[in-house]
């Protein structure tokens, strides 16, 4: 299953196409721009993505998400497409080793 889940972010950012991805415990969906995928420098598995909608502790901001791939249940590939933000740098240290990136 999380195969399957990376190959369609990996496709989705590729093709710089927008998703909406569920993560397990969470009501509401996330509409998420796929940056990459990427172990943390604390050893967690995380798609680094920019989220424009959907359920956030950020008090609903658009902004930079770095969520558990584990946690994702699903992926739904959108027919809109994105461009990446100024702002990405994925050479910032809390990157350590990326699977891929934009």
Known sequence: ???????????????????????RG???SR?????????T??????????Q???FTGAKGRPGYRNLSLPDIESVEVLNQHFTVDEGFNPDDKQYCDWVYHV
């Open 52 to 54: 424009s909608l959907g």
């Open 26 to 28: 969470e009501p509401l």
């Open 41 to 50: 420098s604390g050893d967690k598995i995380v798609l680094v993505c920019w």
């Open 31 to 39: 509409v998420i721009h796929p940056y990459g995928i990427c172990q």
């Open 1 to 23: 299953m999380i195969e399957a889940i990376t190959q369609q972010l990996f496709d989705a950012s590729q093709n710089r196409q927008v998703c909406r991805i569920q993560l």
